[in-house]
C-alpha cells in the first residue's frame, strides 16, 4: 500500500486516460492494469453536449482515485482558476499541478509552479506539482506545502525513459519520507522498474499505454513492471561490483588435470 | 449583450449567469465556469451578474494524462 495525502491505494501504477482509441479500450487498460488513481482533465464544453457527462460516467465505472491535472496551463492565474474549476467538477482537493514554461519541451516552469502550488494549498488544495529533478525546486515545493513531488522522467509523451539518473537518484536519497512519483516520458515496462528499483513510490504515464499497438497489454505489463521494481527495493538490491566473483563455490571442485 | 462563450462571441438577454447558461443551453450539464479568468462556483452562479464583454469559460470533465 502507498499513500498520498493520507489516502491509501493498492497499486503504484496511475495512469492517465488521454488519447487512448476509444473509452472502451481504456476501460480495459485500466481494468488490466489494476491502477489505483487516474489522471483527467477540464476542457471547454459546447453548448448541447454532454461529452463531459459521459466522459464522468465512464471514470465513475472505473473505481479509481481521480487526480485532475492543469495541463496546458502557461500562467499561475490559468493553472489557479484550471484546479478551482476542476475541483467543482470532479469533487476531489487533488490537482495534478502543471505549469508549462516551454512549449517544445513541457518542462515545468518552476517559478510559476511554486507560486501556484502555493495559492492552491492555502486554498484547501492537496497538490501533486509536476515537477523536474531539481533538489532545489523540490525543497521549495514542499516549504509551499506540497506533500507528494511529481519529478519527470523525461518530457511528456518522449517516451525516454529516465535521463537523469543522478538527479533522480539525488532528489530520492535527500528526501527519502515524501511520497514521489515518477511522472511523464516512460516510454516502456522496464523504464518503470528502473524508478521503481530506485525507491520511487509510483509511476504516472500516459502515452506508453494508450499509443501502444494494444493499449490493455501495455497496461499490464507496466504494472507488472512496477511490482516487479518495488519488489526490487524492498529487497535490498546486491551492490553492483567490476571483477566477477564465482557464484558456484569452488571447495571440493574435482582436481581434473 | 454580447459577450465571449468559450472565446466566441454571443448575444445573450439574460443576465446572470446561471440563466445565461441555461439560455446557452448548458441546463442541467456538469460544467464549472470562470468569468474573465475567475472561478465562479456554481453556487454564485445565481448573485453573478455578466457585463457587455465578459469573457465566459466553460468547462467540463475530459480525458487527462
Known amino acids: 500500500m502507498v499513500a498520498f495525502y493520507g489516502a491509501e491505494v493498492s497499486s503504484r501504477l496511475m495512469l492517465g486516460t488521454a488519447q487512448y482509441p476509444s473509452p472502451a479500450v481504456l476501460e480495459q487498460a485500466f481494468r488490466r492494469s489494476g491502477a489505483g488513481i487516474a489522471t483527467v482533465s477540464v476542457r471547454r464544453e459546447a453548448g448541447q453536449d454532454r461529452a463531459g457527462a459521459a466522459f464522468w460516467d465512464l471514470v465513475a465505472q472505473l473505481g479509481v482515485h481521480v487526480l485532475p491535472n492543469t495541463a496546458g496551463c502557461y500562467s499561475v492565474r490559468e493553472a489557479v482558476t484550471t484546479a478551482q474549476m476542476a475541483r467543482e467538477l470532479f469533487d476531489t482537493s487533488w490537482v495534478k499541478l502543471e505549469v508549462i514554461g516551454h512549449a517544445d519541451t513541457l518542462q515545468p516552469d518552476p517559478f510559476g509552479l511554486v507560486e501556484a502550488a502555493r495559492i492552491l494549498t492555502e486554498d484547501g488544495f492537496e497538490v501533486f506539482p509536476y515537477t523536474t529533478e531539481d533538489l532545489v525546486l523540490a525543497e521549495r515545493l514542499l516549504e509551499a506545502g506540497c506533500k507528494v513531488l511529481m519529478p519527470w522522467g523525461a518530457p511528456i509523451g518522449t517516451g525516454l525513459g529516465l535521463t537523469n539518473i543522478y538527479g533522480l537518484r539525488t532528489l530520492r536519497a535527500q528526501l527519502p519520507d515524501i511520497p514521489m512519483v515518477v511522472d511523464a516520458g516512460l516510454g516502456l515496462p522496464s523504464q518503470a522498474a528502473q524508478a521503481m528499483e530506485m525507491g520511487f513510490d509510483a509511476v504516472l504515464l500516459n502515452t506508453a499505454v494508450a499509443k501502444a499497438g494494444d493499449p490493455a497489454a501495455m497496461a499490464e505489463g507496466f504494472a507488472r513492471a512496477v511490482e516487479a521494481g518495488r519488489l526490487a527495493f524492498e529487497a535490498d538490491p546486491m551492490e553492483p561490483r567490476d571483477m566477477a566473483a564465482p557464484s558456484t563455490p569452488l571447495i571440493g571442485k574435482a582436481f581434473l588435470e | ?65
Not at chain 2, 445573450?12 to 441555461?22: E, G, I, Q, R
Open chain 2, 1 to 65: 449583450m454580447k459577450i465571449y462563450v468559450n472565446g466566441e462571441r454571443h448575444e445573450v438577454s439574460a443576465t446572470a449567469l446561471d440563466a445565461v447558461l441555461d439560455e446557452l443551453g448548458y441546463g442541467g450539464a456538469k460544467v464549472a465556469t470562470a468569468v474573465n479568468e475567475t472561478f465562479v462556483p456554481a453556487s454564485l452562479r445565481a448573485q453573478t451578474d455578466l457585463a457587455e464583454g465578459d469573457r465566459l469559460e466553460i468547462v467540463a470533465p475530459r480525458q487527462g494524462g
